[in-house]
């Protein structure tokens, strides 16, 4: 469905052009706003991401194949060399995608939002190529009811009907592709904004163009063949189906041995070998066979009847497991099948693309069938079928290049690179978009790309702000140590080796483990320290320093101070990696030490990004965040992310924030929580929520923490893949050792003993949230709804991560009773016990417990008659009924010093106050190095002048607490 985000228009759309007297316009009705011969050129605007690009690319391919006629397309998006009228595509930067109807000459921008859909992309070109909304036309009112009570006032003006277009007396198409999402510009968003007149239409599920945007861009580009409001198929127009409401002309066969199923979203076996979505937009439909049956069973579906000539079959399959079989193309004229191409064996778990050019003398059919191998270990699948008239158009983009000798050379590097293996398509785009750019797409990549965008550095920054870290000089660090440092002047000599010629040396964090909060980062890090290689830092607990994300804009700080990047360079024990070294074969000393820190809470809280210098404080979503501060300082910096099942993280996190203090209330806050961040989403896209509107802090629990996948989009268009160790948390706690063997391996430090590992693996837990164990489980109703609401955030993840084990299906709810529950349970259960062995026995006259057994008629009824009881003689004669024999003993306060109790951090305090705590007491003027002391097991123990009470762990496991430094 077109989400009301990204179908937002300029208000230039609505505007519209001049009009011609008596005549009825749905597009644009100055002839030379048109795109010459159909073709547009385009360019890339670099803020546009690897995904996008595939999105905008594949819109394009779909517009084109959609009106191919007579052996060409209408329409043809081409790479902008010399042109002056051209169209860049790029990030939206102010409200929300848009686009200006049609060509206006010079530089014409797209604005996309990053989360637009295919369908949103498709919408906004149809404007581009002249075409307004459906539901402007002259006779709407005939067919739609436009609320407009429902409708903000600032937006009305978008549903206006204009006399400036025409619709070739097409009939009204509902399933236009510029027909709004009919909950667009809602006040109230569980009320639509248009509903059709008539109850025996809907306003259907939009992802490709209607048969009608298909004739309306042939008629007005001039390239297909005018059959009136009419499509008929034996005139050989065109035939697409995407499988959305039905299988449109395509019919099952009675003559195969089971029929193709309509599926949408995972397939029964998406966890296996089937699909996890229809190949256009990820929520439609698909046809799917599994490989349940017999050996060499088959199901076939056919086309109508096509005329003799020239045609193009093209669409997407899909073919994954070890006992694929085989898939057939087939034609059929009367009783004779001929196969033309049979797909066979294991094609890997995407979508494919196949084109065929066939050539008929007679009228025939096309049929296609799926044939099963006899196992479960196979399934098959299709969509989006397009035939065409004509031979498939494949144009050639190098012919302009080729002819110069630049396109020589530039063939010939083209060349070396295929030679080295370097497949710029895989980086650039998908295999499944080849189709329309068959040949050179890297060189059709290139030209799209406009040239990077310098940052900007502006002058007479007042020093209040936060410190401009893109336009600080990159550092050049010293080649002698692993961990990233360079030497700076010292105003003082020193005598340690740290300071040569009076200068001193800085490091910086070799790797950073930077999310997600209540993951298990803690105990990972307090784990990956006991290496003798790795050292801790003097930010919190050893491992915190708060800065990416807090301390460098004031946050947490002594008076709002901000952090500078030379301040936070001080959190990390340059001296002690200075001083440790060793002569390597060429004589040189070689530092191997290296240091790191954990601040889980910078995947996601990017609350801050308007202090960014080169961010416009007045915009909707940011261009530069913290990945990108962090790429420009430690362009090489390792980073490790944790992840959990996101529903357990969220409850844990509620704990540990101090959000709430019970599961009723954290239920309550979960569909707060989600109704105002989808209320938001219908107004602006996920991105712009959780950024733009800064529901990081503004929903009241931490709910965008969880959605994994839009923060890690974030940080992979920063940072390659093979530089980000990602892994879960449930496979770090079955698994402790293998998962350090790997993270030392990503490391790439030296190996341990295995008695070592053994050891550290053995540690107990360094943290776990107090709150949340005597609190117990989240209620069952909540884990529901989080399940439901996390399923679509989680598919997202395990596509861009090829793994799914990110849809966490093998992790169930798991009930756990509150602490004080537990007790009262196992107290009731102690005297159930005792009243079934005082039922069965001889009672005491004489004991008041045992008289009451004799009345009662059950053990329920017993319990409360002693309940009873007891209350009445609590006051004079005590208890009758003593379940602890021991009395509870308040422990004595400490008095010496009655001036530091409130610094005081008692160790028995709950994680929530102690980081509540820390928020309130932590002073953060400056960071000294941290001091390293040797413990006989070979581990670190950090010391820092924060006064705090840190705890470790002893010689022998046990917990113990180090004194105040």
């Known amino acids: 469905m077109l989400s009301t985000t990204n179908i937002v228009l300029c208000f230039a759309v609505v505007l519209g052009v001049s009009a011609v007297p008596g005549q009825l316009r749905n597009i644009i009705t100055d002839s030379s706003r048109l795109w010459a011969n159909g073709k547009v050129p385009v360019a890339f605007d670099v803020s546009l991401d690897g995904s996008m690009k595939e999105k905008v690319l594949a819109a394009m391919q779909e517009i084109s194949f959609s009106t ?53 992309i498709m919408q906004l070109i149809m404007y581009l190529l002249g075409f307004f909304n459906e539901f402007r036309r002259p006779d709407r009112d005939s067919q739609v009811m436009v609320h407009y009570e429902n409708i903000a006032p600032e937006y009305r003006g978008f549903f206006d009907i204009t006399n400036d277009t025409t619709f070739f007396n097409y009939p009204f198409d ?29 306003i259907p599920y939009k992802v490709s163009l209607s048969k009608y945007d298909i004739l309306n861009i042939q008629r007005e580009y001039k390239c297909g063949i005018d059959n009136g409001n009419k499509i008929d198929l034996l005139d050989g127009t065109v035939s697409y189906c995407n499988f959305e409401f039905d299988l449109c002309e395509w019919t099952q066969l009675t003559d195969d041995d089971f029929d193709f199923q309509r599926m949408k979203g995972p397939s029964p076996r998406s966890n296996v070998t089937g699909p996890m979505a229809d190949y256009s937009s990820g929520t439609g439909y698909y046809v799917y066979a599994g490989a349940q049956g017999e050996h060499n069973e088959d199901a076939r579906v056919i ?82 079928v397009y035939i065409f008239r004509g031979r498939f158009y494949q144009p050639v983009r190098m012919k302009h290049i080729t002819r110069s000798f630049f396109g020589l050379c530039l063939f010939g590097v083209l060349v070396i690179l295929i030679s080295l293996q370097i497949d710029l398509r895989q980086k650039y785009i998908q295999p499944s978009l080849e189709a329309l750019f068959v040949h050179n797409t890297e060189v059709f990549v290139k030209e799209y790309t406009v040239k990077p965008e310098k940052y900007s550095c502006p002058s007479n920054v007042s020093s209040t702000r936060v410190e401009d870290i893109i336009c600080l000089e990159k550092r050049t660090f010293l080649k002698n140590f692993k961990n990233p440092c360079w030497y700076e002047p010292s105003g003082k000599s020193q005598s340690s080796s740290s300071s040569v010629q009076n200068k001193t040396l800085r490091c910086l964090p070799y790797f950073h483990i930077f999310g997600v909060c209540k993951t298990g980062t803690t105990d990972l890090f307090f784990r990956l320290i006991q290496h003798p290689q790795i050292l801790p830092n003097a930010g919190v607990l050893g491992k915190e320093t708060w800065f990416w994300s807090w301390r460098r804009y004031g946050e947490y700080t002594d008076g709002y101070t901000k952090v500078t990047l030379k301040q936070f360079s001080r959190a990390f024990d340059a001296q002690k990696i200075g001083e440790t070294k060793m002569s390597i074969e060429d004589g040189s000393q070689y530092s191997d030490l290296i240091t790191g820190h954990g601040d889980p809470m910078d995947f996601w809280d990017h609350k801050h990004w308007r202090d960014i210098h080169q961010n416009d404080p007045y915009a909707n979503v940011p261009k530069v965040m913290t990945p990108h501060l962090l790429k420009h300082v430690l362009p090489n910096i390792k980073l490790i992310l944790l992840l959990r099942e996101p529903a357990e993280r969220l409850y844990s996190h509620y704990y540990h924030g101090g959000y709430g203090r019970t599961p009723e209330e954290f239920h309550h806050d979960v569909i707060t929580g989600i109704q105002r961040l989808n209320e938001c989403v219908e107004r602006s896209s996920y991105r712009g929520c959780i950024y733009g509107h800064n529901l990081t802090t503004t929903l009241p629990l931490p709910l965008s923490a969880s959605l994994y996948y839009i923060h890690l989009k974030e940080w992979m268009s920063v940072f390659p893949r093979d530089q980000i160790f990602i892994f879960r948390n449930e496979d770090y706690r079955k698994d402790k050792k293998y998962s350090l063997f790997k993270l030392f391996e990503f490391l790439d430090v030296g190996d341990i003993s295995t008695r070592l590992v053994d050891t550290i693996v053995n540690l107990p837990k360094a943290y776990e949230t107090q709150l949340k164990t005597v609190q117990g489980s989240m209620l069952n109703e909540t884990w529901e709804i989080l399940t439901e609401f996390f399923e679509e955030p989680n598919r997202k993840l395990a596509e861009m991560l090829n793994d799914d084990r990110y849809l966490w299906k093998d992790t169930a709810f798991n009930y756990r009773p509150k602490t004080a529950l537990r007790k009262n349970l196992s107290k009731t259960n102690t005297l159930k016990r005792y009243y079934e062995r005082k039922k069965a026995s001889k009672l005491n006259p004489n004991s008041e417990i045992d008289q009451l057994i004799k009345v009662s008629k059950n053990f329920e009824e017993w319990f409360a008659m002693v309940k009873k009881r007891q209350e009445e003689k609590a006051r004079s004669k005590g208890s009758i009924l003593k379940t602890s024999k021991v009395p509870y003993q308040q422990k004595k306060r400490e008095t010496k010093d009655i001036s530091m109790k409130k610094y005081k951090l008692d160790a028995k305090l709950n994680r929530s106050e102690t980081h509540n705590y820390l928020k309130k007491m932590v002073k953060f003027k400056s960071m000294e190095p941290v001091k390293i002391v040797r413990r006989d097991n070979g581990s670190h123990q950090s010391r820092s002048n924060v006064n705090i009470n840190h705890r470790a762990i002893g010689k022998r496991g046990k917990r113990r607490k180090t004194r105040n430094i």
Not at 181 to 199: G, M, Q, R, V
Not at 358 to 367: D, H, L, P
């Open 174 to 202: 509902f399933e236009s592709i510029t027909f709004f999402f009919p909950y667009a510009w809602a006040i109230d968003p569980s009320k639509p904004t248009l509903t059709p007149k008539y109850e025996s239409v809907s």
């Open 303 to 384: 086309s109508p009847v096509l005329n003799a000539g020239e045609y193009c079959l093209r669409f997407y399959y899909f073919l994954y497991g070890q006992d694929i079989h085989k898939f057939r193309v087939n034609t059929r004229v009367g009783d004779r099948d001929t196969v033309l191409d049979s797909l066979e064996g294991n094609q890997g778990g995407s979508w494919h693309t196949y084109s065929k050019d066939i050539t008929m003398n007679t009228k025939f059919q096309i049929f296609l069938e799926a044939i099963i191998g006899g196992t479960d270990n196979g399934d098959m699948a299709f969509d989006d």
């Open 68 to 120: 191919h006629a007579n052996g060409m397309p209408c329409v043809q998006f081409v790479p902008r060399t010399q042109e002056k009228d051209y169209v860049v595509f790029t990030s939206v930067v102010y409200g929300s995608g848009d686009s200006l109807p049609g060509r206006l000459g010079g530089v014409q921008y797209v604005h996309l939002y990053r989360d637009a859909a295919k369908a949103d």
